[in-house]
């Protein structure tokens, strides 16, 4: 039957994460580590705010773009975080996760053939979107050297005159490295030069360890030039609500809503009323949790340090992402024998592009009893390797 699908469809390849998701349902007394989902529950006002939000019957269709409420929320939430401002009324648009903003962002602004620049390792969903709207993806493959932070000199080098946007994927879903001002004002500079754009996705921008995140839309020049994409995921813990957002000038803005509007119509109405609770009063959860991850990231790097497993230290996200290259196996190889000999489920460096070879992603969303006890079995592999 595949002749009749679509080769586009067919040449994409499952993603990496979920391959191992699907095996540790298979097994029994398996530690995973593999999912980037938190482990707290969604705040009990943000539950409740949905929860009397059906009560009351708001079940209908929001506008296509998402409540007025909520959209003046994002609005009032990057201007306090970042000193932004986006109109509600036309710079905002909500989304089913922040996936689907990455998905109509891209597709509202590339022709057939234009390139977009993708560091790697980064997020699954990027390449095959790009694919998928009928542009080239052309891959930077960042450097552990560099933190596995995206250098002025490598973009240069990746920009032609077919570029429409770079992917900015900090703070970084697998590797937890981050951009600072500094990082960030050197690539404006090329940006504003060469005249693209940028996606910044900044689902993580609430995970910051080492100092506040920068949006690269605040620098001088860039708001005009940023689609930035954030939402509710990881911050408030909202992974099922399915709700995410888009912040761009408001021609871009019109022509993702659009796609929305034929794709999605409009994104969950509970989720949006939960969601605009979150952003008026979840600031002090934000900050719990944030000081829980931060627990966690300290205790699995000093782990690896103990079992000398080098990692450089991440100050962003829930990952880290150490480097297992001394064993001589692929990190397929490695992440695999680990499941099955160790069962401690952990995803592949590859997973997320080629230059996740020779690494690791582990997960700190988890409880710190179960890293406890997934650092005792890694442990327990790392010796027996050693010593055979």
């Known amino acids: ?46 539950r409740e705010e949905g929860i009397y939000s059906l009560e009351k019957g708001k079940t209908f269709y929001t506008s296509n773009s998402g409540l007025k409420a909520l959209r003046q929320e994002i609005s009032n939430y990057i201007k306090r975080t970042q000193n932004i401002d986006y109109n509600p009324d036309n710079e905002v648009i909500v989304t089913v996760g922040g ?36 542009a080239v993806p052309v891959i930077i493959n960042l450097k552990a050297e560099n933190e596995f932070r995206l250098k002025p000199e490598e973009l240069e080098k990746a920009i032609t005159p077919k570029t429409k946007i770079l992917i900015l994927p900090f703070p970084n879903n697998p590797t937890g490295s981050i951009m600072d001002k500094n990082d960030l004002e050197a690539i404006a500079k090329i940006i504003i030069k060469n005249d693209i754009y940028v996606m910044s996705d900044e ?7 080492n100092e506040k995140h920068v949006s690269i839309a605040s620098l001088k020049g860039m708001k005009d030039r940023t689609i930035l994409i954030n939402g509710f995921s990881k911050s408030y813990a909202m992974t099922g609500w399915r709700l995410g957002y888009a912040c761009a000038p408001k021609e871009i803005i019109k022509q993702m809503t659009k796609i929305h509007q034929f794709a999605i119509m409009c994104a969950p109405t509970t989720s949006q009323y939960a969601a605009t609770e979150a952003l008026k ?83 700190y969303a988890y409880s710190l009893d179960n890293l406890k006890k997934a650092m005792e079995r890694l442990k327990r592999f790392i010796d027996k390797l050693r010593n055979n």
């Open 99 to 134: 996936s689907e903003a990455i998905d109509i962002g891209i597709r509202a602004l590339v022709n057939d053939g234009d390139e977009v620049i993708i560091p790697q390792p980064s997020y699954v969903s990027y390449e095959p979107c790009t694919i998928l709207a009928n």
């Open 203 to 209: 689902i993580y921008s609430e995970l910051s360890y």
């Open 1 to 46: 039957m595949t002749k009749e699908l679509s080769n586009k469809v067919l040449a994409l390849k499952p993603s990496g994460i979920r391959k191992f998701f699907d095996l540790v349902n298979e097994m029994e007394d398996v530690i995973s580590l593999g999912v980037g989902e938190p482990d707290f529950d969604t705040p009990w006002h943000i």
């Open 281 to 363: 009063n979840g600031d002090e959860d934000v900050k719990m949790m944030r000081q829980s991850y931060n627990q966690r990231r300290r205790f699995l790097l000093n782990a690896f340090k103990e079992m000398n497993l080098p990692c450089f230290e991440p100050f962003g996200a829930f990952y880290v992402f150490p480097c297992i290259k001394e064993f001589g196996m692929t990190s397929e190889e490695f992440a695999t024998r680990l499941l099955q000999e160790e069962r401690v489920a952990a995803v592949p460096g590859t997973a997320f592009g080629e230059s996740g070879e020779g690494h690791l992603r582990i997960s």
